[in-house]
């Protein structure tokens, strides 16, 4: 593993065959300087290469940023050294477990052993995980939410430690993108640095600071959009340029973001600080993650503008260096480098792309999304790994980019090869080699659960041994409300508690002994959820319940709650006749919070459960949430075998009219071989007899007669071997082209199985959301539990 500091990323591969050779694939690093460009359509094993290469880089301990706008790099922390089934069981999705109807004990099980398998196939194992685990420090960022570590962006505004004079252009470029991003935030539309007079003051008013060294906050940006420190802008006076009263306005909208409340936790936790995000205070490597699967697209982009421009400042108070220094990850760049919009990322990117080798600082940008991308702006792309794509028009459009980055490229080679490729099968080209390769990817060392939620953070923090945020202690009384538990401590009273008449109270038993028992209270919920969709045509009915053992005030974790096998019969309404009851919170006395809750569980619904609809256009199959994804697969591949045998015949059908013409023709070419062979032999023999003949008289000193019969003769037999050559001529051309025919034949039968093997992964899987109106409640109120 990362043997001569090269990373292992798989091994080659014989696409011919369909098979995995032996050789290694491995990549040097230092190539990472010149940055790396990866993409593949969903499901052509992407993620499971960029994972890989991530690990490979931790090991060789180098550092890394990693932007995952998905929630699947946070899989990066899945590291299970024992590969002990209960390590997984916490991350099994438990809607696929029940679709396979299994328990989630079985599927760990299953897991764990496929893990196990998967590595030892690939010659790593449970050392290597453990080497990676140690090798760097990991933590998740949640930039805009306090559930895992919230980013500071204050930081942003601090005056660089970089000199203005010999970094203006640098500066005004970082200036210019942190004030697009901000004004697009609060909610302008389309800023034009040259042109938008907003934009045109705020970058001013930093300029103006920065250039004396001092820092501002939005705070003293605020305040000085109305007074500036300057009274001229260009050739007019600033209130010309800008009335007061418009300033004012301006003012009072960036007043109204900071004052927000969803404001406070972008001012709190860590500072954007790119050196500590890339090492501990005693030097070790950092993996850091940034989660932003919670953000709308102006956050994100918001905070992708201010993280790439505090990775360039960082970078330049750097020194040169060949080595790759550090790593910086876009998990897709659709959006933020497009072919002809310029949002407030993209000069950054394009910077970066530019003169970030210089510092030993590699971009690897990864899309499914290749239609979408400014290859201009990646001419400076060293290194390109493309998976399988989606549609021809992605392909065509990739080898456009690919031509205009590399002249050198042959793009029917390429285009045969990229249309070739399977799941986890990449084509690799690096400038830095001399020609391009085929090769599957590694078996990863984490666990690929999926795209992970922001209520899992936490926990995948706490592998890590990060400790969950705390926030500042006035933070902590502004919310001392919101997550007050039920006291377990309250001694229990033959007493039930009074509760408002309109709620529901249920009793659930789940042990049975003699003499009273003590219940404690809980919120249960259950819903019947109706998922309708025409095409393709889906009625799916399920149930959601869930059973909330500490309520909070506000703010349940309704994922963490779920129970999918609640048996709703077992909800009592009639209370057991000798039983004890603690006490409820003050807040669960209260009607409006019951009804607050119920309102919250729905829309909690309506905004995160989803069900899956899986279709194979190319294979015409297609099956509801009922189907498993295993089952549809099974289904796929009884479809595709279905299809290949029709190809297969089809296709010998074809070649079985030319294999006959051609078996005719070096029929009826072999009986005149036989008789121009028969024909020549003859004539050899008559010249023969003449020659010997003529031999005998001329040693007895006869007479020599017959001369000419026997020049004649001879002129008859080499008549005889041409036309005996030129038939066996065509004789072989004939049964060249009957092997040419049953190899054309032979290799295209095998481009059909490549071509429906393939159809096999190329599933559309639809999420469907419920309406408001399809979620029903039977059940919602107090539960108490003994």
């Known amino acids: 593993m990362g043997k001569d500091r090269q990373f292992y990323l798989g091994r080659l591969f014989n696409l011919k065959k369909n098979a995995i050779s032996n050789d290694r694939l491995t990549y040097d690093p230092s190539d990472l300087t010149?940055?790396?460009?990866?993409?593949?359509?969903?499901?052509?094993?992407?993620?499971?290469?960029?994972?890989?290469?991530?690990?490979?880089?931790?090991?060789?301990?180098?550092?890394?940023?990693?932007?995952?706008?998905?929630?699947?790099?946070?899989?990066?922390?899945?590291?299970?050294?024992?590969?002990?089934?209960?390590?997984?069981?916490?991350?099994?999705?438990?809607?696929?477990?029940?679709?396979?109807?299994?328990?989630?004990?079985?599927?760990?099980?299953?897991?764990?052993?496929?893990?196990?398998?998967?590595?030892?196939?690939?010659?790593?194992?449970?050392?290597?995980?453990?080497?990676?685990?140690?090798?760097?420090?990991r933590t998740i960022y949640t930039p805009g939410s306090t559930v895992g570590i919230p980013v500071n962006i204050l930081a942003s505004f601090e005056a660089p430690s970089i000199n203005w004079d010999k970094n203006e252009e640098a500066l005004r470029e970082k200036i210019s993108s942190t004030v697009t991003a901000l004004l697009t935030l609060v909610g302008l539309k389309n800023i034009d640095p040259l042109r938008s007079r907003e934009h045109i003051l705020l970058a001013n008013i930093i300029e103006y600071h920065w250039q004396e060294g001092k820092s501002l906050d939005l705070m003293d940006l605020i305040r000085q959009t109305q007074t500036p420190p300057f009274d001229q802008l260009g050739a007019f006076s600033l209130n010309d340029f800008f009335p007061k009263k418009d300033r004012i306005e301006l003012a009072m909208l960036l007043n109204n973001f900071l004052a927000s409340p969803s404001f406070q936790s972008w001012i709190e936790g860590q500072p954007l600080d790119i050196e500590r995000m890339l090492y501990t205070p005693d030097g070790k490597p950092r993996h850091t993650i940034f989660y932003l699967a919670h953000l709308d697209d102006t956050e994100r982009m918001f905070f992708i503008t201010l993280l790439y421009a505090a990775v360039e400042t960082w970078m330049r108070k750097q020194r040169g260096t060949g080595d790759l220094r550090a790593l910086i990850y876009f998990d897709e760049i659709h959006g933020y480098l497009p072919p002809v919009a310029n949002p407030p990322s993209k000069p950054l990117l394009i910077r970066l792309l530019k003169t970030a080798r210089a510092f030993g600082v590699g971009l690897m940008l990864t899309t499914q999304n290749p239609v979408d991308v400014d290859y201009k702006a990646l001419s400076n792309a060293g290194t390109w790994m493309i998976g399988r794509l989606q549609t021809d028009q992605d392909k065509q459009r990739l080898l456009d980019g690919l031509e205009s980055v590399s002249g050198e490229i042959k793009r029917s080679e390429f285009d045969r090869l990229i249309s070739s490729l399977g799941k986890r099968v990449f084509l690799y080209h690096n400038v830095h080699e001399k020609k391009p390769s085929i090769f599957h990817t590694r078996w990863v060392m984490n666990y690929l659960a999926g795209p992970l939620t922001i209520s899992q953070i936490p926990d995948l923090n706490a592998l890590t041994g990060v400790q969950a945020f705390t926030p500042e202690s006035s933070t902590k009384e502004k919310r001392s409300a919101k997550t007050t538990h039920i006291r377990s401590t309250d001694k229990p009273t033959s007493m039930k508690p009074s509760l408002p008449g309109t709620v529901q109270e249920y009793f659930y038993s789940a042990k049975t002994s003699s003499g009273k028992q003590k219940y404690t209270p809980a919120l249960v919920a259950v819903a019947?959820?109706?998922?309708?969709?025409?095409?393709?045509?889906?009625?799916?009915?399920?149930?959601?319940?869930?059973?909330?053992?500490?309520?909070?005030?506000t703010g349940q974790m309704w994922e963490n709650a779920i129970l999918p096998d609640l048996d709703t019969r077992k909800l009592l309404t009639k209370s057991p006749g000798s039983a004890k009851f603690t006490s409820v919170s003050e807040f669960m006395k209260k009607s409006s919070w019951w009804s607050a809750q119920e309102k919250e569980f729905e829309h909690w619904i309506y905004e995160t459960d989803t069900v899956s609809v899986r279709s194979s256009k190319a294979l015409g199959v297609s099956a509801g949430p009922e189907v498993s994804k295993e089952d549809f697969r099974a289904q796929c591949r009884q479809a595709a075998g279905k299809k290949l045998k029709e190809a297969e015949n089809k296709l010998e059908s074809k070649f079985k009219t030319k294999q006959t013409t051609l078996e005719n023709k070096i029929e009826r070419q072999e009986i005149k071989v036989d008789k121009y062979k028969k024909n020549f032999d003859s004539r050899k023999l008559d010249t023969a007899l003449k020659v010997g003949e003529s031999l005998l008289n001329l040693v007895a000193k006869r007479k020599l007669t017959g001369l000419s019969t026997s020049s004649t003769k001879a002129r008859m037999a080499a008549d005889a071997k041409t036309r005996l050559k030129e038939a066996e001529t065509v004789l072989e051309n004939y049964q060249e082209d009957l092997k040419t025919l049953q190899e054309d034949l032979s290799d295209q039968v095998l481009e059909l199985k490549h071509k429906w093997e393939h159809a096999v992964d190329d599933i559309k899987e639809v999420k469907i959301s419920p309406t408001k109106q399809n979620i029903r409640i039977p059940h919602f109120g107090i539960v108490w539990k003994n």
């Not at 019947?528 to 005030?553: C, G, H, K, M, W």
Request: glycine fraction near 8%.
């Open 528 to 553: 019947e959820v109706r998922y309708l969709r025409q095409r393709p045509p889906v009625d799916f009915t399920r149930v959601i319940s869930a059973i909330v053992e500490n309520p909070l005030e």
């Open 34 to 137: 010149t940055h790396a460009i990866i993409t593949g359509m969903t499901g052509s094993g992407k993620t499971g290469l960029c994972v890989g290469l991530l690990e490979e880089a931790a090991l060789q301990g180098i550092p890394a940023l990693i932007i995952d706008p998905k929630g699947d790099l946070t899989n990066l922390v899945l590291s299970f050294p024992e590969l002990a089934p209960e390590d997984f069981a916490p991350w099994i999705d438990a809607d696929n477990a029940r679709r396979e109807k299994k328990t989630i004990a079985e599927v760990s099980e299953k897991t764990a052993a496929l893990w196990k398998n998967g590595l030892k196939d690939w010659g790593l194992g449970s050392k290597d995980i453990q080497t990676l685990k140690d090798a760097v420090d």
